[in-house]
Nanobody, 116 residues
């Protein structure tokens, strides 16, 4: 059974940093585009960042250089380093695996709250 397990969420002050991690099991990790999405209350889920199996990175427009996505194929892990966090970054962050034939998997989500 495919599992995506996120960690690293929490409460941080504006301007602070957090790193989210997602470890994947029962999946040919190196074949998947790995991504992070987020959903704030009352809003649609949106792409934060993803990294393809070839290492190409793609970011949401709101990121503006503040976040970095990376993957470790040896450890089946994708990470999201978030710097200069703002209150509007408060959301549940979800790990996503998108496969070469359209299969799609989600983690359970981790809460990120940016507040003083």
């Amino acid at each position: 059974q495919v599992q995506l397990v996120e960690s690293g969420g929490g409460l941080v002050q504006p301007g602070g940093s957090l790193t989210l991690s997602c470890t994947v099991s029962e999946l040919r990790f190196n074949l998947y585009t790995m991504g992070w999405y987020r959903q704030a209350p009352g809003k649609q889920r949106e792409l934060v960042a993803d990294v393809s199996r070839s290492g190409n990175r793609n970011y949401g427009e709101f990121v503006k250089g503040r976040f970095t996505v990376s993957r470790d194929n040896a450890r089946n892990t994708v990470s999201l380093r978030m710097d200069n966090l703002k209150s509007e970054d408060t959301a549940v962050y979800y790990c996503n695996a998108n496969g070469p034939t359209g299969e799609n998997y989600w983690g359970q989500g981790t809460q990120v709250t940016v507040s003083s």
